[in-house]
């Protein structure tokens, strides 16, 4: 690719390959050990007999404090070394995971009770969401400073899709690292030595920026969506990332794009939902014991992962489908998604459920961010798009936890909810938008 050729141009030297690929291994790490850990926590919830829902209330600290930090990483980026940052991002992914993997042994071994485990995994998990979050900001900041304004939105567009390939990496190598000396917390302690080894390689071999430079370009980072199994980055982050700093904040409010952003919080609540009882779903429906759980969550969490990108990098970009087409059509998939999910009473049914349901929501997301997009002047669009990543990370703060307190009523009157909530949205949304 010519922006990671290794060659001489105006301002200095482009981005070489492999600078480029310490930044997209980092930003990989963080998608795709986060859903890893994601698909086994159902059985390690399930072997320590607590609650189903202290597992959401330990995701959601994550994920509140990856929301309300990123977007201040992203302007420390502009200020800071990024490759300090980088590391920074990288360190507390290790550290957190690492943290987390100890405290779930713990109470799975009897040293301490199954309540006070998963409290000490929620403060590991907050380091994460607080550290770990500086990481796609800064790794964008990095490739932006050091590539042509002509070829900037290609690179940043690359170093994004990584997000969407952690998706299905993560899942499917998580229980590969259930080995019998470490049981089901290995795959904490699996990706806390990966992710070692890739803060010393950044360490080690990607260039200091603290440094000025002749000729140094411009660039900035900009905050991205909490990685989560099956939700692909929209290009939002690119957008911002590339947008002229400076220019007036925008409102949620505003009556341009307020609808639009109501869908898709709107599925976005759908989306958290489900991503968070589908686990105890699986164990539930097949009758499985906690331990040998989690290949049958990993078979269909990647369904849902390789559904929503057939729909992002497949579907989407040879039909010529609007945005109001894309988020009421999509909606409408999703909720025959969760339809099956509720009648579905083997690992068939709950394989083709869930992949419906993220093929629909693989085009929602995208019909939403679209239709925000154009909805506003080209001038506007580095607001939308930090109004965009916000609206996707605020569907996990919430929604976690309620769907885990309704799934404690009833296992199948989640996925009900939620496909009736879909019905509606759709038709809303061909009215409205």
């Not at 943290?99 to 009897?110: K, N, P, Q």
């Not at 078979?299 to 010529?320: C, F, H, K, N, S």
């Amino acid at each position: 690719m010519q922006w990671i050729a290794e060659r001489r141009g105006v301002g200095g030297t482009a981005m070489r390959r492999g600078h480029f690929l310490l930044l997209y291994a980092a930003m990989l790490l963080a998608a795709s050990g986060n859903t890893a850990v994601q698909s086994v926590m159902p059985a390690i919830g399930r072997a320590m007999a607590i609650p189903d829902v202290f597992t959401a209330i330990a995701y959601t600290v994550s994920a509140v404090l990856w929301v309300v930090l990123a977007p201040m990483w992203a302007r420390a980026s502009d200020r800071h070394g990024r490759k300090a940052l980088t590391l920074l991002g990288v360190g507390g992914f290790v550290v957190s995971t690492l943290l987390c993997g100890l405290a779930l042994e713990a109470g799975l071994s009897g040293l301490v009770g199954g309540i006070a485990a998963f409290v000490l995994f929620g403060i590991a998990r907050g380091i994460y969401g607080a550290l770990g979050s500086a990481t796609p900001s800064a790794t964008q900041a990095y490739l932006a400073s050091r590539t042509r304004r002509s070829a900037r939105v290609a690179a940043l567009s690359a170093l994004a899709s990584s997000f969407g390939l952690g998706t299905i990496i993560g899942p499917a190598m998580a229980p590969l690292f259930v080995l019998p000396f470490v049981g089901l917390p290995g795959p904490f302690f699996g990706f806390a030595i990966i992710g070692l080894g890739v803060w010393l390689a950044i360490w080690r071999w990607l260039p200091d920026d603290t440094r000025p430079r002749r000729g140094r370009r411009s660039g900035h980072g900009a905050a991205m969506s909490y990685p989560s199994i099956a939700t692909p980055t929209t290009g939002a982050s690119v957008v911002a990332a590339t947008a002229p700093r400076g220019l007036q904040p925008m409102r949620w409010t505003d009556r341009r794009i307020r609808r639009w952003i109501v869908a898709g919080v709107a599925a976005g609540h759908a989306q958290a939902a489900v991503l968070t009882y589908l686990g105890f779903l699986v164990i539930d429906r097949l009758a499985l014991a906690p331990v040998g759980s989690e290949g049958p969550i990993a078979i269909v969490l990647m369904a849902g992962a390789t559904a929503t990108l057939a729909a992002q990098w497949g579907i989407i970009p040879r039909l010529a489908i609007g945005p109001r087409a894309l988020v009421a059509g999509g909606a409408l998939i999703a909720a025959l998604g969760f339809a099956v999910l509720a009648a579905a009473a083997d690992l068939y049914g709950l394989v083709v459920g869930f992949a419906l349901a993220s093929l629909g929501f693989g085009l929602t997301r995208p019909g939403f961010t679209g239709g925000a997009s154009l909805a506003v002047s080209l001038a506007e669009q580095g607001a939308i798009a930090g109004i965009i990543t916000a609206a996707n990370g605020i569907s996990y703060v919430a929604a976690p936890t309620l769907a885990m307190l309704i799934y404690a009523l009833d296992p199948d009157l989640p996925s009900l909810l939620c496909a009736g909530g879909l019905v509606i949205l759709a038709i809303w949304a061909w009215r409205r938008l």
